[in-house]
């Protein structure tokens, strides 16, 4: 069965720093594109980075310059490496893959971390 799991969250002073992981385990033979979403109370879905299955990058402007999405290939595995973290990033984090299970590939969400500023 394949999975998509997110781990790292917490709690965290403003100014702090987290590492988001996402891993995808099963019989996968790949990962292509993946997004990290987040969603904050009464807030609706906004997307905070994307990366290619090349490696581009891409963010929205309120993380840009704080928070950097990267992949190691050989662990399945995604992260989102957060600096400098403000109260209004209090929210919970998803990751979204296209996961590549031969010959197909589909999309796949994991249930998401709670990371919580605080100031």
């Known amino acids: 069965q394949v999975q998509l799991m997110e781990s790292g969250g917490g709690l965290v002073q403003a100014g702090g720093s987290l590492r988001l992981s996402c891993v995808a385990s099963?019989?996968?033979?790949?990962?292509?594109?993946v997004d990290w979403y987040r969603q904050a109370p009464g807030k609706q879905r906004e997307l905070v980075a994307a990366?290619?299955?090349?490696?581009?990058?891409n963010y929205a402007d309120s993380v840009k310059g704080r928070f950097t999405i990267s992949r190691d290939n050989a662990k399945n595995t995604v992260y989102l490496q957060m600096n400098s973290l403000k109260p209004e990033d209090t929210a919970i984090y998803y990751c979204?893959?296209?996961?590549?299970?031969?010959?197909?590939?589909?999309?796949?969400w994991g249930q998401g971390t709670q990371v919580t500023v605080s100031s």
């Open positions: 990366l290619t299955s090349s490696g581009s990058t």
């Open positions: 099963g019989s996968i033979s790949g990962i292509g594109p």
């Open positions: 979204n893959a296209i996961i590549k299970i031969e010959p197909r590939q589909y999309s796949y």
